[in-house]
C-alpha cells in the first residue's frame, strides 16, 4: 500500500515570496507522482506530474518540483507567487504495476496556500 | 472541447432521501472515478470502473452505489444508509489501461443533506 503525507495543512506567505509546498510518499514500488492545484468550489486540475527521466519537473503557473527518492519526497517549489495562487494544492502517487496499468491515484490530504498582499 | 461534466454542482436532500449525481465525459476515457471530498481529509475513492458494465468498491463503498451501462456515463447514487453525506464530490476519468494514473475531473457537486 502506499500513501501520501503533506506535511503542512497551511502555508500564508506574501505576494512575491518564495513557496515550498512538502510532500512525502511511502511505496514499496516505483511510483508516478502528481501535483494538482484546486480552486474554492472547483475540481482539480493537474500541475505537473513526474514519470521518469530528469528530477526536476517543470509546471504550469511558474511552478516546479523535484523528486527524491532517497528522501522519497516530491516538494512544489514556486519562486515568487502571486494573489492568483491562493488554491489548495494535493499532492498524489500512483504505484507502477505490472503491464503499466494504473487505476488509482493516492491522494495527500491537501495544502492550503493563502497567498497575502 | 473535451472534458467532465458534473450536475447538479450543489443539491440539497433531506435525510432519507437517495440522490443520484450525475457525471459524463467526452473525452473517450475508459475509467472512471467517484471521490469524496471533505475539509481537511483530502479526496477518498468511493468507486472506480475501468471498463462498461465493471466496477469495483474503493476505500468508503459503503452507502453508495454505481453503475456504468455506458462509456461516457459513471452516476453516483448516495442511499440512505450513507451515515454522513454531506460532502463534495468529484468525478474523474482516466485513460485506463496503460495510464500513469493521472486524473481529469469534473468541477464538482457539493451535497447538502437537511
Known amino acids: 500500500a502506499q500513501s501520501v503525507t503533506q506535511l503542512d495543512s497551511q502555508v500564508p506567505v506574501f505576494e512575491e515570496a518564495p513557496v515550498e509546498l512538502r510532500c512525502n510518499y511511502s511505496?514499496?514500488?516505483?511510483?508516478?507522482l502528481f501535483w494538482y492545484v484546486q480552486y474554492p468550489n472547483q475540481g482539480l486540475q493537474l500541475l505537473l506530474k513526474?514519470?521518469?527521466?530528469?528530477?526536476l519537473v517543470k509546471g504550469i503557473n511558474g511552478f516546479e518540483a523535484e523528486f527524491n527518492k532517497s528522501q522519497t519526497s516530491f516538494h512544489l517549489r514556486k519562486p515568487s507567487v502571486h494573489i492568483s495562487d491562493t488554491a489548495e494544492y494535493f499532492c498524489a502517487v500512483s504505484d507502477i504495476r505490472s503491464g503499466g496499468s494504473n487505476y488509482k491515484l493516492t491522494f495527500g490530504k491537501g495544502t492550503l496556500l493563502t497567498v497575502n498582499p | 472541447d473535451g472534458g467532465i461534466t458534473q450536475s447538479p454542482k450543489y443539491l440539497f436532500r433531506k435525510e432519507g432521501q437517495n440522490v443520484t449525481l450525475s457525471c459524463e465525459q467526452n473525452l473517450n476515457h475508459d475509467a472512471m472515478y467517484w471521490y469524496r471530498q471533505d475539509p481537511g481529509q483530502g479526496l477518498r475513492l468511493i468507486y472506480y470502473?475501468?471498463?462498461?458494465?465493471?466496477?469495483q468498491k474503493g476505500d468508503i463503498a459503503e452507502g453508495y452505489s454505481v453503475s456504468r451501462e455506458k462509456k461516457e456515463s459513471f452516476p453516483l447514487t448516495v442511499t440512505s444508509a450513507q451515515k454522513n453525506p454531506t460532502a463534495f464530490y468529484l468525478c474523474?476519468?482516466?485513460?485506463?489501461?496503460?495510464?500513469?494514473?493521472?486524473?481529469?475531473f469534473g468541477e464538482g457537486s457539493r451535497l447538502t443533506v437537511l
Open positions: 511505496s514499496s514500488v516505483s511510483v508516478y
Open positions: 470502473s475501468q471498463i462498461v458494465n465493471d466496477f
Open positions: 513526474y514519470l521518469s527521466g530528469s528530477t
Open positions: 474523474a476519468s482516466s485513460t485506463g489501461l496503460a495510464s500513469t494514473g493521472e486524473l481529469f
